[in-house]
């Protein structure tokens, strides 16, 4: 079993860069596909981007594709998102997943372990 604690959260204006981490203890993050989700007011959790265990390969919503970079430092077992020229329809909490599946891509059912989340929030 895997725990996932997010930080890097915040207010920022339209336009600002932010930094998610996803720190995991208990297990290895190499023995998981990993991905960020997120859930506004009102709104469904939508999946933003993931990272899979066994090569490495990327994918992203389509809102977020050029802006958005999910990567993985093994060494410091955390998961990172890199957000850029944020929006206002960025704004949400941020989820961190972990899944024993080997490409979940954007399912969030497959998704076995998730973080608590961080607030991230864009004002215009």
């Known amino acids: 079993q895997v725990q996932l604690v997010e930080s890097g959260g915040g207010l920022v204006q339209a336009g600002a860069s932010l930094r998610l981490s996803c720190a995991a203890s208990?297990?290895?993050?190499?023995?998981?596909?990993m991905a960020w989700f997120r859930q506004a007011p009102g709104k469904e959790r939508e999946f933003v981007a993931t990272?899979?265990?066994?090569?490495?390969?990327?994918s992203y919503t389509d809102s977020v594709k050029g802006r958005f970079t999910i990567s993985r430092d093994s060494a410091k077992n955390t998961v990172y998102l890199q957000m850029n020229s944020l929006k206002a329809e960025d704004t949400a909490i941020y989820y961190c997943?972990?899944?024993?599946?080997?490409?979940?891509?954007?399912?969030?059912?497959?998704?076995?372990?998730w973080g608590q989340g961080t607030q991230v929030t864009v004002s215009s």
């Open positions: 997943a972990a899944s024993l599946t080997a490409i979940p891509l954007g399912n969030r059912y497959k998704y076995d372990y």
């Open positions: 208990g297990r290895t993050l190499s023995t998981y596909a």
């Open positions: 990272i899979s265990k066994r090569d490495y390969s990327r």
